[in-house]
């Protein structure tokens, strides 16, 4: 099993000034440690089950390109998009050319998007969730489109392209992974069964998680799409250094119903020495499971 770290809290000592090294040097101790994958919210306020929504939040894009930058070899993503933030067409040039200057190490998280503050706050439309799931399976055809052979238009109940030209393409073919956020049984799994190449579930205990993993390849089996072949992450809230012990154990079991990696984010005002220990401690033992 590998290690992911989630970097999400951004109000750490030391002032706006403080944030771009901590960062840099949060991804390169996630790389150095042996962790798979580096991610960041998609938010412009902060989330107030974290902090309050004035507390710092840095723009999940222009961030990654400014890691790709700090590191050479870890994946890249946010966790994850929200659909509405961003034009398809956009979207899909952006994830592109962070794959082109990382050397091919972007990935796509996406999903149905849901922090109604900050949408009416910074005057972004919110539509209801039913036409957010519509735009987030849109989204997931133009960005396929985008990454092949066909630069044609595009024609959706919500998005019209006229040209679907991505030049240059990403290095990783077909195109960067995408990672479908989210466990909602009737939508958002179904999405991942018919476009995804990863999910992300939250940890709700080893039942919890294996029903909807079951749900997920039920979903497979419709679609008539490989289910072993969709990376299956899990996000947890656990704490890795009070009991290394019982935290592996517990990824034993996860393994044991196909979890491939679990990401975890730090809790310290040093996240970077934060994730020095965690690696040092979990990543050896993590990748024997």
Aim: charge should be negative.
């Amino acid at each position: 099993m590998e290690l992911g770290i989630h970097f999400a809290n951004f109000t750490l000592p030391g002032g706006p000034q403080a944030l771009g090294p901590a960062l840099a040097a949060s991804a390169k101790a996630a790389e150095e440690g042996g962790c798979s994958l580096f991610t960041l919210m998609d938010h412009w306020f902060q989330m107030e089950s974290l902090a309050t929504s004035y507390d710092p939040m840095l723009e999940g894009y222009t961030s990654l390109g400014f890691l790709a930058g700090q590191t050479s070899s870890i994946r890249l993503g946010l966790l994850v998009t929200g659909v509405t933030y961003r034009y398809p067409g956009l979207l899909a040039k952006i994830v592109t050319t962070l794959d082109v200057l990382s050397q091919g190490r972007a990935m796509l998280g996406l999903g149905a998007a849901w922090y109604e503050r900050e949408h009416l706050g910074l005057g972004v439309p919110y539509p209801a969730i039913s036409e957010r799931f519509e735009r987030l399976e849109e989204t997931l055809q133009i960005c396929a489109q985008m990454w092949s052979d066909n630069d044609g238009p595009y024609a959706g109940k919500h998005y019209q392209l006229a040209e679907t030209i991505c030049v240059p393409q990403p290095i990783q073919k077909p195109g960067p992974p995408v990672m479908i956020g989210g466990s909602g049984e009737k939508k958002t799994l179904r999405l991942v069964a018919k476009y995804g190449n990863a999910c992300n579930i939250f940890d709700l205990g080893v039942e919890g998680v294996a029903h909807k993993l079951d749900v997920l390849k039920g979903h497979c089996d419709t679609e008539g799409t490989d289910y072993d072949a969709i990376e299956k992450t899990l996000i947890t809230s656990a704490d890795l250094l009070g009991d290394p012990d019982a935290f592996l154990a517990s990824m034993e079991q996860y393994a044991a119903i196909g979890i491939d990696l679990v990401t975890t984010g730090p809790r310290a005002d040093d996240p970077a020495a934060w994730v020095s220990e965690v690696t040092a401690a979990i990543v050896p033992r993590l990748r024997e499971i």
